[in-house]
């Protein structure tokens, strides 16, 4: 009987233990939906309509650029790096909207991931073992996707001062490529 009691003494303690300790993890679970959540958030908020502005801007200088260019001058090395400075800004602002769906489909796919693996640890289905390898590696998915949401804000702001500096330089381009 003495041995009886010990065992579920044991039993009772480990148990306990396990619990605290899917507790914890399932609270990391839900920080990680939340930083998804509010990823998600400054996604969304992301403007194609400044993208789409910033693409008329660049429309507009090219046409400029193409009435003014001589068809008997041939453009000087500068005057072809000045349009190619202009080409490069249009990629930018074009790929934006597929940018922003992509991270959009990446944040959606791991949240759900991390909903389905609260429906595992209430299911009973990991090791605590795997629980925090999955974990691991969710925080990386989550790293990665926030990097790639910065890389995206930071190569607009670039982009978009790029941009303002070519169309205050225009006129001056303008003249060379008469």
Same mark, same amino acid.
């Given at each position: 009987?003495?041995?009886?009691?010990?065992?579920?003494?044991?039993?009772?303690?480990?148990?306990?233990?396990?619990?605290?300790?899917?507790?914890?993890?399932?609270?990391?679970?839900?920080?990680?939906?939340?930083?998804?959540?509010?990823?998600?958030?400054?996604?969304?908020? /992301?403007?194609?309509?400044?993208?789409?502005?910033?693409? %008329?801007?660049?429309?507009?200088?090219?046409?400029?650029?193409?009435?003014?260019?001589?068809?008997?001058?041939?453009?000087? /090395?500068?005057?072809?790096?000045?349009?190619? %400075?202009?080409?490069?800004?249009?990629?930018?602002?074009?790929?934006?909207?597929?940018?922003?769906?992509?991270?959009?489909?990446?944040? %959606?796919?791991?949240?759900?991931?991390?909903?389905?693996?609260?429906?595992?640890?209430?299911?009973?289905?990991?090791?605590?073992?795997?629980?925090?390898?999955?974990?691991?590696?969710?925080?990386?998915?989550?790293?990665?996707?926030?990097?790639?949401?910065?890389?995206?804000?930071?190569?607009?702001?670039?982009?978009?001062?790029?941009?303002?500096?070519?169309?205050?330089?225009?006129?001056?381009?303008?003249?060379?490529?008469?």
């Amino acid at each position: 009987m003495k041995q009886f009691i010990y065992i579920l003494t044991g039993v009772l303690l480990l148990s306990a233990c396990s619990r605290s300790s899917l507790e914890a993890e399932k609270s990391t679970i839900d920080s990680l939906l939340l930083a998804y959540q509010k990823l998600e958030a400054q996604v969304e908020s /992301m403007s194609t309509d400044e993208a789409k502005e910033h693409l %008329a801007t660049y429309k507009t200088s090219i046409e400029l650029i193409k009435k003014n260019t001589n068809p008997n001058k041939m453009p000087s /090395m500068e005057s072809s790096r000045f349009i190619d %400075a202009f080409r490069s800004v249009k990629k930018t602002f074009k790929k934006l909207p597929k940018k922003q769906s992509t991270l959009t489909q990446h944040i %959606a796919t791991n949240s759900e991931q991390l909903e389905n693996l609260l429906e595992d640890i209430r299911n009973n289905l990991l090791s605590s073992n795997k629980l925090e390898e999955i974990l691991t590696q969710e925080k990386i998915l989550l790293n990665d996707v926030r990097s790639s949401y910065q890389l995206i804000v930071r190569g607009m702001e670039e982009e978009k001062e790029k941009l303002d500096s070519l169309v205050i330089l225009l006129p001056t381009e303008l003249e060379k490529l008469r």
